[in-house]
């Protein structure tokens, strides 16, 4: 990590930024099967079994053809648990990315329902945050893939949301490099300033709605991987023995805008190479080398032919010149605070009186172990 495209960090006197430093305090709360062993996993499994109420699903795992999701699907089966796959589809799979969920689906023996998005309709609205020039493009799909899985789960009478985040390989992050990602009151006021049209197929779950869903619905996320001695390496050994899965070679490589959005938007336009924050918490979770990492970091984003025709192919799919793409690539940096978001309104609010509270939670949290679960540093 350095200080190129994030206000927030620290360094101390041996050069340990602010997110290392924090690192091994949140460790000890988020690796629940660390300290526990497989007591704690299979505690979990019998509690999500015991709960179920939908007499064919114990759980719902929303799957993109990923490491994490795959495997986590491949541990679900393991358990004895029969989840239902959930996969949101925006328009921007790769072909291999198809490949792996089908396999995945039919080799495990579990259902896959798939929410599909009017690409007119999607398109409009990244390109209305494209238009908006802030920084996470990706909340729009990160958005709807919660709230798709929030209101599956409602639907299916589902409890029990399991997640493939984890903190084993995503804890550090820059907060300055997301936004919040359920903040629905952002994405439509960005579409209703630079965007046409109406919201049809994008899942939509308000700040209430959620509200509803988690505290009286009881409909709770649990990210399963804490449980186990996580390592993506080895977890891929397993998966392309087991379900036949294909490594995409980059990091979330099974979307072809993630992709470049990660590897060509994010390091030209906002002056972000995420791979700096991957790369760290990997070596913070012991499953590479700082040397190894700096090596990694030497290597292109992108080689020039494939950026060349993603490039191409991205500028096509949205139905826009090369001319305005490189428009786009230059307008002035925004914050998503600048439009409305309920950062500045339902979430200030929620922080005040969380403070006000914090007298009388403390202590309740305390006594029971309670706490919120956060993947990230």
Known sequence: MDNQGDPDITFDANGVCNYCQKYPQFAARQFKGHAKGDGALMQLAQSIKASATNKHYDCLLGVSGGVDSTYTAVLLKDLGLTPLLVHLDNGWNSELAVRNIT???????????????????????????????????????????VACLYTTAYEKGIKHIISGHNFATEAIMAPSWTHAKSDLKNIVGIHRQFGNGQFKTFP?????????????????????????????EEAKVVMKERVD???????????????????????VKFGIDKRKAHLSTLINSGQMTREEALLEMQKPLYEADKLEEDVEYVVKK?????????????????????????????????????????????????????HVENNYV
């Open 103 to 145: 396999n995945l689906a039919e080799k495990l023996g579990f259902d896959l329902y798939t929410h599909v998005i009017n690409w007119e309709e999607f398109r409009d609205i990244q390109l209305s945050f494209l238009r908006a020039s802030v920084v996470d493009i990706e909340l729009v799909t990160d958005y709807a893939i």
């Open 204 to 232: 939509m779950m308000s700040y209430w709605q959620k509200a509803w869903y988690v505290q009286r619905k009881k409909i709770k996320i649990t990210p399963i991987l804490n449980y186990t001695n996580y390592h993506k």
């Open 245 to 267: 899965w294909r490594d995409y070679g980059t990091k979330h490589g099974e979307s072809i805008f993630t992709r470049f959005y990660q590897n060509h938007l994010l390091p």
């Open 318 to 370: 949205f139905g826009i010149t090369r001319k305005e793409f490189e428009a786009i690539m230059q307008l002035p940096v925004r914050q998503h605070t600048d439009y409305p978001s309920y950062v500045t309104s339902h979430y200030k609010w929620e922080v005040e009186w969380s403070q006000r509270l914090k007298p009388i939670t403390r202590p309740i949290k305390k006594i029971f172990g309670l």
